[in-house]
C-alpha cells in the first residue's frame, strides 16, 4: 500500500513512509507518456526540492507506476458488519482486490510536440532537464529508478541520474531515440550517459538505436536488476 501524498502537482505525486523515510516520486502524467516539457520538469523539480530539504534517513524511488492512496474504506469495511461469515467475506475482499495497473511508460522521453510548436523554448527546456538530472546526481541519498515499462530518450537519462535502475521483466525498453529522429545527442545527456555506461554500451546504443529489454539491459548494464512488474516497487 502507497504511503500518503506529500505533495502533487500535474501529476507528480510525492509520498514518504513514516517509518522507513523513503520518497517514492510517482510520474503519473500517464495521458502525456510522462513526456518532459516544462510542466513536467517543473512539477519533479519541486518534487526533488522536498526530498533535498529532509532529514535523514531518507531514500528515494522514481517511478512511472500509478499512485494508489491508502484505501481508508478496508478498516472499516472489515471491523464492521452484523458479524456473520467473516471468513467469507474476507475471502471476497481479498480475490475482489485490483491488481496494481502497469503502465507501460516510465517516460518516453522530451516532448517532441513542445519541441516543434515551441521552437524557441526547446533549448531552455533541455538546459532545464539537465539542472533536474544534476539535483539528483548529488542528492545526498541513494536514489532508485523502478522501470515500469519504456525508457526513451530523457526517460533513460532519468533513470541513469538515479544510484540504481531496476526494470520489469516482459514488457518495456530503454533506447537512444537520437538515431531515428535525426538528432544528436546533446552534450549534458551525452556527458551523463559517459558517466553510467561503459564505451562499448554507449556506442552500440546511440550508433544503432538498439532497443534494450530488460535481460539485455542488465546483460550491458544498463540497468542493475529485472524483476517481474508486481514486484518493482518492493524491488527498488
Wanted: charged fraction near 20%.
Amino acid at each position: 500500500m502507497a504511503a500518503p501524498e506529500l505533495f502533487s502537482q500535474d501529476g507528480i505525486v510525492l509520498t514518504r513512509h513514516p517509518s522507513t523515510g523513503i520518497f517514492v516520486l510517482y510520474l503519473n502524467r500517464l495521458g502525456e507518456k510522462n513526456v518532459f516539457d516544462p510542466t513536467l520538469v517543473g512539477a519533479v523539480a519541486a518534487a526533488v526540492g522536498h526530498v533535498e530539504r529532509a532529514a535523514h534517513p531518507k531514500a528515494l524511488v522514481v517511478t512511472g507506476l500509478e499512485y494508489e492512496p491508502p484505501d481508508s474504506s478496508s478498516s472499516s469495511s472489515s471491523s464492521g458488519g452484523d458479524g456473520g461469515g467473516g471468513d467469507d467475506a474476507n475471502s471476497s475482499s481479498n480475490s475482489n482486490k485490483k491488481k496494481r495497473p502497469i503502465h507501460k511508460f516510465f517516460s518516453n522521453g522530451l516532448s517532441l510536440e513542445y519541441m516543434l510548436t515551441n521552437p524557441a523554448g526547446t533549448a531552455p527546456m533541455i538546459e532545464s532537464v539537465w539542472r533536474l538530472l544534476s539535483r539528483l546526481l548529488v542528492l545526498d541519498c541513494r536514489t532508485v529508478a523502478a522501470i515500469n515499462g519504456h525508457a526513451f530518450g530523457a526517460g533513460l537519462f532519468l533513470a541513469l541520474a538515479c544510484d540504481y535502475r531496476v526494470m520489469r521483466t516482459g514488457r518495456g525498453y530503454v533506447n537512444f531515440p537520437e538515431l531515428n529522429l535525426g538528432m544528436r545527442l546533446a552534450k549534458g545527456f551525452a556527458e551523463l550517459s559517459k558517466a553510467k555506461l561503459t564505451a562499448a554500451t554507449l556506442r552500440e546504443g546511440v550508433l544503432t538505436g538498439r532497443r534494450y529489454g530488460s535481460a539485455d539491459a542488465v546483460r550491458a548494464g544498463i540497468v542493475d536488476q529485472e524483476c517481474d512488474a508486481e514486484e518493482l516497487l518492493d524491488r527498488a
